[in-house]
């Protein structure tokens, strides 16, 4: 389901959005306290996978941590220099260009903590490119290290939300006076558990000209029992499952499924 461009490179779907996407991201660190409380208990560097714009890079390296930031968008990541550029933990933080199956080869492990942030699974649009990525984060880390996976949860409340019209997710203004608004529509394919996701970004200068930049994608959604038998299969010893960024458990209510699981020693 990978589209590919006309120079049969993989396609980026985010060269495009690289700079709107930070306009929702840059602010948003419901997840950071979780991960720096872990680390006060977890030795070694740490992976991102999927790290994109390094908007948790940051922080993590300003814990003390060294921090390697992996992502298979080199857009993404020529703005992750650029925002690291002006941060004093940047000497502690390496990025490195790869899919997820790479993880093993990112410069600065082993890991003792492994990431995949905010939905970053969900990138990988078939299950056996996401058990590949989970059996290499595996290979990352180091002997009673751990794996953090933080993902969507997938009840029916939740899918028939995102596919029952189009969104307005966030306006934002910049200080010349554009009105940035971004839109989502998502198109339910459950047999292959896919979330066909189209975003635009409609961009209203202060005349009144209106610019358009739209970018499509798939989505691959795990259910909580699936990924547990993913994580046995790729190798790990024991795991946690929660609901929340505050550890509490999973209900159909929750929006979240969050994973803590333990490389055997």
């Known amino acids: 389901m990978n589209e590919r461009d006309d120079d049969h490179t993989p396609h980026d779907p985010y060269a495009r959005i690289a700079e709107l996407y930070d306009l929702e991201h840059d602010d948003y660190d419901e997840d950071t306290e979780l991960y720096l409380g872990l680390l ?40 992750a220099r650029q925002r690291l550029a002006g941060s004093k933990a940047g000497r502690k933080i390496t990025l490195f260009e790869g899919e997820m199956h790479d993880a093993p080869n990112a ?54 939300h995102l596919t029952s019209r189009s969104h307005l997710e966030g306006t934002w203004t910049q200080e010349d006076g554009t009105v940035i608004d971004k839109w989502s529509h998502r198109e339910l394919f459950s047999a292959d558990q896919i979330l066909d996701t189209v975003l635009w970004y409609d961009s209203v200068s202060p005349d009144g000209v209106l610019r358009r930049t739209r970018t499509q994608f798939p989505l691959r959604y795990v259910h909580p029992h699936e990924l547990e038998l993913m994580l046995e299969l790729a190798g790990y010893a024991r795991w946690n499952v929660f609901g929340s960024y505050e550890l509490g458990p999973l209900t159909d209510e929750s929006d979240r499924i969050i994973v803590i699981a333990e490389n055997p020693s």
């Not at 948790?56 to 990541?77: F, K, Q, Y």
């Not at 492990?109 to 984060?137: C, E, I, K, T, W």
């Open 40 to 79: 006060e208990s977890i030795d070694g560097p740490v992976l991102e996978m999927g790290a994109g714009t390094g908007r948790l890079l940051i922080p993590i390296a300003e814990s003390g941590r060294p921090v390697t930031g992996l992502d298979a968008s080199p857009v993404m990541l020529d703005r």
């Open 107 to 160: 410069p600065g492990g082993p890991f003792g903590l492994v990431l995949f942030s905010l939905n970053a699974l969900m990138h990988l649009d078939d299950p056996a490119a996401q058990r590949a990525a989970l059996a290499a984060a595996r290979k990352a880390l180091r002997p009673g290290g751990h794996l953090v996976i933080d993902t969507m949860n997938p009840s029916h409340e939740q899918l028939q």
